[in-house]
C-alpha cells in the first residue's frame, strides 16, 4: 500500500512538473514531407520556416516557442498519423501543418475533432480545404492552387498566342485545383484544352506518357512536383521532346530549377505563374532572400527560396506575430489567438496576405518566365504581378459554385 | 515446342494469332478506324517497347532473386535494399570518375560483397529455417533502408546519362504517313534500348552458364537436390556463397539502370522487391525463364495500362498475380 502511494506521487509530480515547463513554453507541432516523391519540397519548407525563426525570433512574451518536427510522405494518412502523434504523444498547442494537397484536406477534416487546438496550414494549396465545409480552427495563409494559376491562362494566349494545350498532372487534389486555375482562365479567353492525363504520385517511369503527348498542340503545361518532375524532365530529354511548356506551381521552382543533371533545362523558357517570382524587385523579398541564403550554406540551400519555403516562412511569420498580439495568451480554448490570427495582415515578402471569411489566403500572384542567368542556374522572372487575388478568382460566388469543385474532368473547357 | 502444340492444340493455335496481331500492329501501317478506336500508333509502339525496357530492369533484379531461391530455398526480403545500395554505389561512382560504365562494374562487386556477408553471416546460421530467415531479411531490409537514409538522405539522386546515350534514334517502323506521303519513323530513346539489349545478353549469358558450363551443372543439380550434390563431394557451401554473390551482383547492376533512367530515393528498395516477388510469383519461382516472362508479362501491363487505362493501371499487375495464382499456382514457367 505505502509502496504505491509513493509510486502515485512520484508519477504525480512527475506530471505536474511536465505541467510547470509548459507553462514557460507554447508547443507548436510542425510536419514536412520529408520522406517519397515530396522530400526536396519539405526540406526547403523547413529552411523557410528556419528563416523565419531567425527573423523574427522564438520569444513570445515570457514564453520560449518549442518546436517538434513530423515528417510525412505527401499521402492524407501519413499526415494524420503525423499530427495525431504530435498532439497525443507531444502535446503540442498549435500545429502547422500540413505541405501537400491531400494532406491538407484529410488535416482540415482532422482539426475537427480536436476545436480545442488552433492548425496553422504550413503550405498546401488544394482549393477544397477551406473551400468546402471549413474547420473554424483551420487558418491558411497560402493562396490555393488555383489562384497561383491566376494570369497564367491570359499571358499564354495573348501574349504567346497559344490557342491549343494538352495538360499533365499528378493525379490528386493540389494539381486538380492548378489545372482549375489555368483552365478556367485559359478557355474563358477562347481558348481549348485538348487532353488532360493524370499519372499518380510517385510514377518512375514517364516513357508512356511521354509518348502520348499530343503533337498538335502549341504548347504542353505540366502539373508535377519533385522527383516526378525530374523524373518526367529527364525522361522528355532522353525521348528528344521539343515542345513549348508551360508550367504549375511546383514544376516552376527552384526545388526544380536547382536540381542536378542537365535535363532541366529543357524549362528554359517555360511561363508559369506562382506565388512567388525568383528575380521580384520587390524590397521585402530581397530582405527575405537574403535572409534565406545568409541561414544555410550554399550547399545546403537552392540559390533562392523555393514556394514552399516562402509559405512555411509566411505560415510562421503569422503564427509568432498572432501570438505576440495576445502575449501568447491561450486560454479559452485559443479564443483570442484564433481572433487575432483571423484579423491579422501580412506584410508577407510575396506581398500583403489577409484572410477571408473561411480564413484563406487573398495574396498576390506572379506570372513569371525561366530564365539563364548565364552562369547555368535558371530562375523565375516576373513578367506581370497581380495583387488581391481572391478564392473565387474574381468571379461572383454563386457563379464560381455553380462551376464544380477541381476533379480530373472539371472544370469543363467553356467560358463559365 | 512442339509436345506443347501437341498437348494444348487450342492454346498453341491462340497464341500464333495473338502473336500474328501483335506483329501486324507493330509493322503495319494502321487504318484510319484503328486509330480511332485505341489511339495512334505511335503511342502503342512507345507503350509496348517501354513494357519490355522496363521487363528488362525487372528481369535483371528479379533473376538474382530468383537464382538464389532455386538453389538455396532463400527468400531474401533484402534484395530490394540490394537494388538501392547498387544504385547508390553507382551514383557515387558516376558523379565522382564521370564513367557510367565503371559505375556497374563497382556497383557489382561491392554489391556482391554484401551479398556474400549476407550469405556467411546471417543464412549459413538458420539453413532450412524458411520463417526465421525471412524475418530476419525482412527486419535487415529496414536496418538498410534506415542506414541508406541516414548516409544518402531523402533527396532524390539520379546517374547522368552518357552523352553518347542522350536523345532518340530512328527505329525503322513506321508509325504514320504524312499527307505528303512521307513515313513518319518511329523515335525511341536510346539509352531504353541499350539497356534491353544488356538485359537480354545477361539473361541469355545466365542460361548458356546454367545449362552448358560444369559449374550451371553443379548448380542445377543443387536446386534439384541438395543433399545428394553435398554426398557426391561438392563443396556447396562456396557454390551457395559465389550463386548468392552472383545474385546480389545482379540487384546492383540493376540499381545502376534504375537510377539512369528512373531515379534513386529511399522506398525504392521496397517497389522493387514487391516488384520482383510478383515477377517471380508470375513466373514460377527458381527458374530464368519464368522470371524473363513474368518480367516481360509485368512490364507490358504497367506500361500499356499507364496509357490505355490509367485510373486502374496499378491494380493490372495485381491482377496478373492473382489470376496466375489461382490457375497455375506453380508459376507460368516452373518445372514442378
Do not use: N, P
Given at each position: 500500500m505505502s509502496k504505491c502511494s509513493v509510486g502515485l506521487l512520484a508519477l504525480s509530480s512527475l506530471f505536474l512538473s511536465g505541467a510547470a515547463i509548459a507553462q514557460e513554453k507554447i508547443k507548436v507541432g510542425v510536419t514536412a514531407t520529408l520522406e517519397g516523391t515530396y522530400t526536396v519540397l519539405g526540406e526547403d519548407g523547413m529552411r523557410g520556416h528556419q528563416t523565419a525563426l531567425n527573423v523574427l525570433g522564438k520569444k513570445v512574451g515570457n514564453k520560449e516557442l518549442e518546436f517538434i518536427v513530423a515528417s510525412t510522405d505527401a499521402t492524407p494518412d501519413s499526415a494524420v498519423r503525423a499530427v495525431r502523434k504530435l498532439i497525443e504523444?507531444?502535446?503540442?498547442?498549435?500545429l502547422l501543418s500540413p505541405l501537400s494537397g491531400d494532406e491538407g484536406i484529410a488535416v482540415k477534416n482532422f482539426a475537427k475533432t480536436h476545436p480545442e487546438l488552433t492548425f496553422i496550414n504550413a503550405a498546401s494549396g488544394a482549393q477544397e480545404t477551406t473551400y468546402v465545409d471549413p474547420a473554424p480552427n483551420f487558418f491558411r495563409y497560402n493562396m490555393d492552387g488555383a489562384q497561383w494559376q491566376v494570369g497564367l491562362g491570359k499571358y499564354a494566349y495573348?501574349?504567346?498566342?497559344?490557342?491549343k494545350i494538352a495538360t499533365v498532372g499528378e493525379d490528386y487534389s493540389f494539381i486538380y485545383t492548378q489545372v482549375f486555375g489555368l483552365v478556367l482562365e485559359f478557355c474563358g479567353m477562347?481558348?481549348?484544352?485538348?487532353n488532360r492525363q493524370w499519372v499518380p504520385l510517385?510514377?518512375?517511369?514517364?516513357a508512356s506518357v511521354i509518348a502520348a503527348l499530343p503533337d498538335d498542340v502549341d504548347a504542353i503545361y505540366l502539373g508535377l512536383g519533385g522527383a516526378d518532375a525530374v523524373n518526367f524532365l529527364n525522361q522528355y530529354q532522353q525521348a528528344g521532346g521539343k515542345a513549348h511548356l508551360m508550367g504549375g506551381s511546383i514544376m516552376i521552382d527552384q526545388t526544380i530549377l536547382s536540381s542536378k543533371g542537365n535535363a532541366k533545362n529543357a524549362l528554359i523558357g517555360t511561363i508559369a505563374a506562382s506565388g512567388q517570382a525568383d528575380t521580384w524587385e520587390d524590397p521585402g523579398w530581397q530582405k527575405f532572400v537574403k535572409a534565406y541564403q545568409d541561414a544555410f550554406p550554399p550547399n545546403k540551400r537552392f540559390p533562392s527560396p523555393s514556394l514552399l519555403a516562402t509559405n512555411y516562412y509566411d505560415s510562421t511569420m503569422a503564427l509568432i506575430l498572432a501570438l505576440r498580439q495576445v502575449n501568447g495568451d491561450l486560454s479559452n480554448n485559443q479564443a483570442k489567438f484564433r481572433e487575432a490570427l483571423a484579423k491579422i495582415e501580412l506584410d508577407a515578402p510575396n506581398g500583403k496576405i489577409k484572410l477571408d471569411s473561411n480564413r484563406q489566403a487573398i495574396g498576390t500572384n506572379f506570372v513569371t518566365e525561366v530564365v539563364d542567368d548565364g552562369k547555368g542556374a535558371l530562375f523565375s522572372k516576373v513578367v506581370k504581378v497581380i495583387p488581391n487575388v481572391n478564392q473565387t478568382l474574381g468571379y461572383d460566388p454563386a457563379v464560381f459554385s455553380k462551376i464544380g469543385l477541381p476533379s480530373r474532368t472539371v472544370p469543363e473547357c467553356k467560358k463559365y | 515446342m512442339s509436345r506443347f502444340v501437341e498437348r494444348h492444340p487450342a492454346w498453341a493455335l491462340i497464341a500464333i494469332i495473338a502473336i500474328a496481331i501483335v506483329l501486324w500492329m507493330i509493322f503495319a501501317i494502321w487504318p484510319p478506324g484503328l486509330e480511332e478506336a485505341i489511339g495512334r500508333k505511335r503511342v502503342f509502339l512507345n507503350a509496348l517497347f517501354n513494357g519490355i525496357t522496363l521487363g528488362g530492369l525487372y528481369f535483371l533484379v528479379a533473376s538474382g532473386f530468383t537464382l538464389i531461391f532455386g538453389l538455396m530455398r532463400n527468400v531474401n526480403l533484402a534484395h530490394g535494399s540490394l537494388y538501392l545500395f547498387g544504385g547508390y554505389v553507382g551514383y557515387a561512382i558516376s558523379a565522382s570518375t564521370g564513367s557510367w560504365i565503371l559505375s556497374f562494374i563497382v556497383a557489382f562487386i561491392l554489391t556482391a560483397l554484401v551479398g556474400v556477408l549476407l550469405q556467411v553471416i546471417v543464412f549459413r546460421r538458420m539453413e532450412g529455417q524458411d520463417l526465421r530467415q525471412t524475418m530476419v531479411t525482412i527486419g535487415l531490409s529496414i536496418v538498410f533502408a534506415d542506414l541508406m537514409l541516414w548516409a544518402c538522405g531523402g533527396d532524390f539522386y539520379q546517374i547522368q546519362t552518357p552523352g553518347w546515350l542522350i536523345g532518340p534514334i530512328e527505329l525503322p517502323l513506321i508509325t504514320a504517313i504524312k499527307s505528303s506521303g512521307e513515313p513518319v519513323y518511329l523515335r525511341y530513346p536510346l539509352v531504353r534500348l541499350v539497356i534491353f539489349v544488356a538485359s537480354v545478353v545477361i539473361g541469355v549469358a545466365m542460361w548458356l552458364a546454367l545449362n552448358r558450363t560444369r559449374i550451371g551443372m553443379i548448380v542445377r543439380a543443387g536446386v534439384d537436390d541438395r543433399d545428394i550434390l553435398a554426398a557426391t563431394g561438392v563443396r556447396i557451401q562456396l557454390v551457395f556463397v559465389a550463386v548468392f554473390a552472383f545474385g546480389a551482383g545482379l540487384a546492383g547492376i540493376a540499381g545502376v539502370v534504375g537510377g539512369t533512367f528512373q531515379s534513386l530515393s529511399p522506398g525504392e528498395d521496397i517497389r522493387f522487391l514487391l516488384a520482383s516477388l510478383v515477377v517471380v510469383i508470375v513466373g514460377g519461382m527458381g527458374s530464368i525463364p519464368g522470371a524473363a516472362l513474368g518480367a516481360l508479362i509485368i512490364g507490358l501491363a504497367e506500361q500499356l495500362g499507364s496509357v490505355y487505362i490509367p485510373t486502374y493501371a496499378i491494380v493490372v499487375t495485381f491482377l496478373i498475380m492473382v489470376l496466375v495464382l489461382a490457375i497455375r499456382p506453380q508459376g507460368l514457367l516452373a518445372r514442378r
Open positions: 504523444q507531444d502535446k503540442v498547442q498549435i495573348d501574349e504567346k498566342k497559344y490557342r477562347g481558348g481549348q484544352v485538348t510517385g510514377t518512375k517511369d514517364f | -
